[in-house]
């Protein structure tokens, strides 16, 4: 069920307090997960595509890519039964331990098999964190802040994004990926003492809700899709633009995989801080329409301010679904089903980045990157239908 919103001035209603004690050390581990999964999101596919000798697809680095999201999905699904019987604390600990740890193999090989094998490992253990932290986080905020609590929580994992990433790019070009990969497991490790002070279980209201039941709930399926189709863009981004422009360019990935990111957390604010306020519902078509037009102009890679406008574009757009649909996701189930919410708003994000990561290296392959692009564009207006439906269903006929 929506949650409506209360008649009363602003001003007259006092606003619980939204960063808390829990929150705060919540936010430790979220930065330990994020910073470490980003530092090497864009670097190990680049790593794996060095071997291909310069092929246009990129197959290596898509593989690469892919099994990283499909381990990542497979244990986000896994997750809430895990949480479950084990509690959060357990979970997030794990997860962290096979985020930072496996990195280290690459330092013994470069075989593709290995890459694939650290990818799987980091995946389940991104998927660990994610979940479990996600469902433990929007119960730590009050649900009349929850856009803008969760907004708070984007810009804490959005930070390592627009730094980690770029960064990482940039270290592996000028002091090796070796510096890369062991950054990659310190700062994912590091974070693990800090879970030990966060709630195990928590108190929750409503009756539970399964992974089944939550995709054959319209109210949730309409959202999740169209978040899955925007993250389609992610996945190729962070894996494909360091080979889509130039060889000589590479200060402009750098450049471009800060805009995007920074350009998310941005939109993430100023959606919370509407949806608060007039509901997230009316942002979701927005949200996907600018990822769509920003794909589509990233197809402009011999000009380098087009690649920069062009994934500003999309990383604002992406940003605004991104809070948009997870508010919307858990304003429409109560307390207990958090943990579901949660795990299919990720998988909805790391499917459509696999998908994206994969499906466009084998069309690149036959098209080149530019033309690549616009079509990944055009074909994500695809998602126009549930999110159009959506809206109307809100709304009411009519209007």
Not at 139 to 152: D, F, H, K, N, Y
Not at 211 to 216: F, K, T, W
């Given at each position: 069920m929506t949650e409506t919103l209360d008649s009363t001035p602003p001003a007259l209603v006092p606003r619980p307090p939204l960063v808390t004690r829990p929150l705060m050390l919540r936010f430790v581990s979220i930065l330990g997960a994020s910073t470490g999964f980003r530092l090497l999101l864009s670097v190990v596919p680049a790593y794996a595509a060095a071997d291909?000798?310069?092929?246009?697809?990129g197959g290596s680095a898509g593989l690469a890519t892919g099994a990283l999201m499909l381990a990542t999905v497979l244990g986000e699904l896994a997750t809430p039964a895990l949480v479950n019987r084990y509690g959060y604390r357990a979970v997030l600990a794990v997860g962290l331990g096979l985020l930072g740890a496996p990195t280290l193999a690459l330092l013994l090989s470069r075989s593709l098999w290995c890459i694939i094998a650290v990818c799987l490992?980091?995946?389940?253990?991104?998927?660990f964190t994610v979940v479990a932290g996600g469902a433990l986080t929007a119960?730590?905020?009050?649900?009349?802040?929850?856009?803008?609590?969760?907004?708070?929580v984007g810009i804490v994992s959005g930070a390592p994004a627009i730094?980690?990433?770029p960064l990482g790019v940039w270290l592996a070009a000028h002091v090796g990926y070796g510096v890369v990969f062991v950054a990659g497991t310190v700062v994912a490790l590091a974070a693990i003492p800090s879970?030990?002070?966060?709630?195990?279980?928590?108190r929750a209201s409503g009756q539970p809700i399964g992974?089944?039941?939550?995709?054959?709930s319209a109210e949730l399926r309409r959202p999740t899709v169209v978040f899955a189709v925007t993250a389609v863009a992610a996945g190729i981004v962070v894996t494909f633009l360091p080979l889509a422009v130039p060889s000589s360019a590479t200060e402009l990935v750098a450049v471009a995989l800060f805009v995007q990111p920074a350009a998310s957390t941005l939109a993430r604010w100023l959606a919370g801080r509407h949806g608060d306020r007039h509901g997230p519902a009316g942002l979701v078509l927005p949200g996907l329409l600018l990822s769509a037009g920003g794909t589509v102009l990233m197809a402009l890679t011999g000009s380098p301010v087009a690649v920069v406008l062009a994934v500003g574009v999309f990383g604002f757009g992406f940003g605004?679904?991104?809070?948009?649909?997870?508010n919307l996701l858990y304003a429409r189930v109560p307390t207990a089903g958090y943990g579901t919410v949660s795990a299919l708003w990720n998988v909805a994000y790391d499917v459509g980045m696999?998908?994206?990561?994969?499906?466009?290296?084998?069309?690149?392959a036959g098209t080149g990157y530019p033309w690549a692009f616009a079509l990944t564009g055009v074909a994500m207006l695809g998602a126009l239908v549930p999110a159009l439906t959506d809206r109307r269903a809100v709304n009411g006929p009519g209007r």
């Open positions: 291909d000798g310069g092929g246009g697809g490992l980091r995946g389940a253990g991104f998927a119960s730590l905020i009050p649900a009349e802040r929850r856009g803008e609590g969760l907004a708070v730094l980690a990433m879970v030990a002070a966060l709630p195990d279980r928590l992974i089944v039941a939550g995709l054959r605004i679904a991104q809070n948009a649909t997870s696999g998908v994206g990561a994969v499906g466009y290296g084998w069309v690149a």
